[in-house]
Protein backbone atom coordinates (compact mmCIF):
# COMPACT_ATOMS: atom_id res chain seq x y z
CA UNK A 1 0.00 0.00 0.00
CA UNK A 2 3.37 2.51 0.68
CA UNK A 3 4.26 1.81 -2.84
CA UNK A 4 0.86 2.93 -3.96
CA UNK A 5 0.81 6.57 -1.55
CA UNK A 6 4.36 7.05 -3.20
CA UNK A 7 3.07 6.43 -6.64
CA UNK A 8 0.07 9.20 -5.98
CA UNK A 9 2.17 11.84 -4.53
CA UNK A 10 5.18 11.28 -7.29
CA UNK A 11 2.28 11.51 -9.76
CA UNK A 12 0.58 14.98 -8.16
CA UNK A 13 4.24 16.44 -7.55
CA UNK A 14 5.31 15.81 -11.53
CA UNK A 15 2.17 17.32 -12.93
CA UNK A 16 2.28 20.38 -10.24
CA UNK A 17 6.11 20.53 -10.45
CA UNK A 18 5.33 20.97 -14.97
CA UNK A 19 3.11 23.72 -14.44
CA UNK A 20 6.02 25.10 -11.83
CA UNK A 21 8.72 24.91 -14.39
CA UNK A 22 6.48 25.96 -17.67
CA UNK A 23 5.43 29.41 -15.54
CA UNK A 24 9.13 29.84 -14.23
CA UNK A 25 10.27 29.88 -17.33
CA UNK A 26 7.78 32.01 -19.08
CA UNK A 27 9.30 34.52 -16.46
CA UNK A 28 12.60 34.06 -16.64
CA UNK A 29 13.40 31.96 -19.89
CA UNK A 30 13.19 28.19 -20.03
CA UNK A 31 16.93 27.36 -20.09
CA UNK A 32 17.31 29.61 -17.09
CA UNK A 33 14.44 28.01 -15.25
CA UNK A 34 15.88 24.47 -16.08
CA UNK A 35 19.34 25.47 -14.87
CA UNK A 36 17.42 26.90 -11.18
CA UNK A 37 15.33 23.73 -11.48
CA UNK A 38 17.90 20.90 -12.13
CA UNK A 39 20.36 22.65 -9.38
CA UNK A 40 17.54 23.05 -6.81
CA UNK A 41 17.09 19.37 -6.85
CA UNK A 42 21.09 18.65 -7.16
CA UNK A 43 21.48 20.61 -3.83
CA UNK A 44 18.55 18.92 -2.21
CA UNK A 45 19.92 15.42 -3.33
CA UNK A 46 23.40 16.48 -1.75
CA UNK A 47 21.10 17.17 2.03
CA UNK A 48 20.00 14.14 1.23
CA UNK A 49 22.77 12.20 0.64
CA UNK A 50 24.49 13.43 3.49
CA UNK A 51 21.24 12.87 5.64
CA UNK A 52 20.39 9.62 4.84
CA UNK A 53 23.07 8.01 2.00
CA UNK A 54 24.10 4.44 2.90
CA UNK A 55 25.32 3.78 -0.48
CA UNK A 56 28.26 3.10 -2.13
CA UNK A 57 29.58 5.51 -5.03
CA UNK A 58 32.65 3.23 -5.40
CA UNK A 59 30.05 0.81 -6.85
CA UNK A 60 29.40 3.22 -9.91
CA UNK A 61 32.24 1.48 -11.40
CA UNK A 62 30.95 -2.23 -11.73
CA UNK A 63 27.36 -0.32 -12.48
CA UNK A 64 26.54 -0.92 -16.75
CA UNK A 65 27.40 2.98 -17.79
CA UNK A 66 23.88 3.24 -19.62
CA UNK A 67 22.27 3.19 -16.36
CA UNK A 68 24.17 6.28 -15.82
CA UNK A 69 22.34 8.19 -18.32
CA UNK A 70 19.07 8.97 -15.72
CA UNK A 71 20.72 12.32 -14.54
CA UNK A 72 20.46 13.40 -18.69
CA UNK A 73 17.08 11.94 -19.06
CA UNK A 74 16.03 14.10 -15.93
CA UNK A 75 17.25 17.27 -18.11
CA UNK A 76 15.52 15.49 -21.18
CA UNK A 77 12.36 15.53 -18.98
CA UNK A 78 11.73 18.91 -17.27
CA UNK A 79 12.62 20.61 -20.77
CA UNK A 80 9.56 18.61 -22.87
CA UNK A 81 7.37 18.27 -19.86
CA UNK A 82 8.18 22.60 -19.54
CA UNK A 83 7.45 22.47 -23.57
CA UNK A 84 4.82 20.52 -23.54
CA UNK A 85 2.60 22.40 -20.60
CA UNK A 86 3.51 25.39 -23.05
CA UNK A 87 2.31 24.48 -26.24
CA UNK A 88 -1.22 21.99 -24.98
CA UNK A 89 -2.64 22.68 -21.45
CA UNK A 90 -1.76 20.98 -18.16
CA UNK A 91 -4.30 18.23 -18.48
CA UNK A 92 -4.01 17.37 -22.57
CA UNK A 93 0.16 17.31 -21.58
CA UNK A 94 0.20 15.35 -18.73
CA UNK A 95 -2.32 13.17 -20.21
CA UNK A 96 0.12 12.13 -23.14
CA UNK A 97 2.54 12.07 -21.11
CA UNK A 98 1.17 9.10 -18.83
CA UNK A 99 -0.20 7.30 -21.88
CA UNK A 100 3.60 7.71 -23.10
CA UNK A 101 4.87 5.99 -19.91
CA UNK A 102 2.48 3.59 -19.68
CA UNK A 103 3.67 2.39 -23.04
CA UNK A 104 7.42 2.42 -22.72
CA UNK A 105 6.92 0.82 -18.99
CA UNK A 106 5.25 -1.62 -20.85
CA UNK A 107 7.46 -2.51 -23.27
CA UNK A 108 10.06 -2.58 -20.87
CA UNK A 109 8.33 -5.16 -18.38
CA UNK A 110 6.97 -7.13 -21.87
CA UNK A 111 10.67 -7.29 -23.13
CA UNK A 112 12.63 -7.45 -19.40
CA UNK A 113 14.63 -4.65 -21.22
CA UNK A 114 17.10 -2.88 -18.37
CA UNK A 115 17.02 -5.51 -16.09
CA UNK A 116 13.53 -5.56 -15.46
CA UNK A 117 11.79 -8.86 -14.67
CA UNK A 118 9.53 -9.87 -17.57
CA UNK A 119 5.70 -8.66 -17.52
CA UNK A 120 3.33 -10.19 -19.80
CA UNK A 121 1.70 -7.47 -21.92
CA UNK A 122 -1.56 -9.24 -22.85
CA UNK A 123 -4.75 -8.06 -25.14
CA UNK A 124 -6.60 -6.61 -22.12
CA UNK A 125 -3.37 -4.10 -21.70
CA UNK A 126 -3.41 -2.55 -25.97
CA UNK A 127 -6.90 -1.84 -24.93
CA UNK A 128 -6.81 0.03 -21.66
CA UNK A 129 -3.94 2.01 -23.33
CA UNK A 130 -6.38 2.69 -26.78
CA UNK A 131 -8.93 3.66 -24.23
CA UNK A 132 -6.73 6.17 -22.50
CA UNK A 133 -5.73 7.82 -26.25
CA UNK A 134 -9.36 7.80 -26.52
CA UNK A 135 -10.14 9.67 -23.57
CA UNK A 136 -7.56 12.53 -24.79
CA UNK A 137 -9.02 13.04 -27.90
CA UNK A 138 -12.33 13.16 -26.09
CA UNK A 139 -11.27 15.53 -24.12
CA UNK A 140 -9.39 18.05 -26.46
CA UNK A 141 -12.97 18.24 -28.32
CA UNK A 142 -14.36 21.17 -28.21
CA UNK A 143 -17.86 20.93 -26.63
Known sequence: MLGVLFAVLAGAAMSVQGVMNTRLGEKIGMMESNAFVQGTAFLLSLLALLLFGKGNFK???DTPKVYWLGGALGLAITLTV???IRDLSPTVAISIILISQLLVAALIDAFGLLGAER????????IGLLLMVGGVVLFKLKS
Open 59 to 61: ALM
Open 82 to 84: MLA
Open 119 to 126: VGFHFTKY
